[in-house]
């Protein structure tokens, strides 16, 4: 019990730099840009997901968490936040490299999921923005951080802005390791090797296990998943599929802080179908 907490302790101090930097950010775009500023940010939107698929890439969860909040105040489009989401890896590529894969190889995966998130980033913008323009709509909803203050029911302070993001930070941080601990606890019950066996047993269906694995808001998903590709356990196509779909803790902290559920569970199947259609296809060609 002891190792549980104190992993889930270690993987949510991690994320403090970053949700720290993500609410202070949130603040500042708030209470001091002017509202020209404010719409030059959301202009960018546009390119949105080509700059999110490539941060996305870089190693632990830390951007899928930033993508979360900034996409609950409506700095970023949904096809910014799915961009990240799907270019996360988590645990992937530390893994990659301490077991000394071919550098094709690891080129090869960050390649793909890069474009796919990139590809369907885009795609997705330009589909909401098709359908709003018919109805006369803005691409991104008004909503500030304001309205986030008002459902934490936190009385921000708009004149010190970092005050105010450190009580957003400790907020997340403390749901972050509760939702943490009990996750690594439910792991540890069934195991890990009962995991892997699951999906090994079920080869038809793989990129469907395996993105439902990649789901789990832990850096579990990753390394279970690219585990079993180094050992040739399971296909590429079954990897990526997991990986797609994996967000590492985004997607907890989206569900925790965008508190339409409705549109929480579009954005969760969203990544799922992505994942194992993109898994199946990849499979295919290879």
């Excluded at 993500?22 to 509202?35: F, G, W």
């Excluded at 940010?41 to 968490?65: H, R, Y």
């Excluded at 079920?202 to 296990?209: A, K, Y």
């Amino acid at each position: 019990m002891l190792d549980i907490i104190l992993d889930a302790v270690i993987d949510s101090v991690k994320l403090l730099p970053f949700l720290f930097v993500t609410y202070l950010l949130m603040e500042y775009l708030e209470h001091k840009m002017s509202e020209k500023a404010k719409n030059v940010v959301k202009k960018s939107g546009k390119w949105g997901p080509v700059l999110g698929g490539i941060l996305g890439i870089v190693p632990q969860c830390g951007f899928s968490a930033a993508a979360a909040n900034l996409y609950a105040g409506r700095i970023i489009t949904l096809g910014t936040l799915i961009a990240i989401f799907l270019s996360t890896s988590d645990e992937m590529l530390p893994i990659l490299i301490s077991e000394a894969a071919p550098i094709t190889t690891i080129i090869s995966i960050l390649a793909i999921k890069v474009i796919i998130a990139m590809a369907m980033g885009l795609i997705i913008d330009f589909t909401i923005a098709q359908y709003r323009k018919k109805k006369n709509e803005s691409l991104q909803e008004e909503q500030t951080i304001d309205i986030l203050c008002e459902k934490e029911h936190c009385h921000c302070s708009e004149k010190n802005i970092v005050k105010s993001a450190i009580h957003h930070t400790i907020h997340i941080f403390l749901f972050i390791l509760i939702i943490s601990i009990i996750i690594n606890i439910i792991i540890s019950i069934i195991g890990r090797e009962n995991i892997s066996h699951f999906i090994l047993n079920t080869p038809i269906f793989g990129p469907m296990i395996a993105s439902i694995v990649g789901l789990i808001p832990n850096c579990a998903g990753s390394v279970i998943l690219t585990q079993l590709y180094l050992q040739n356990l399971i296909t590429f196509g079954s990897m990526l599929a997991g990986l797609l779909a994996g967000n590492g803790i985004g997607i907890l902290i989206l569900f925790r802080v965008n508190k339409n559920l409705k549109e929480n569970m579009k954005i969760l199947f969203m990544l799922y179908i992505i994942g194992v259609v993109c898994g199946i296809i990849i499979d295919f060609i290879i």
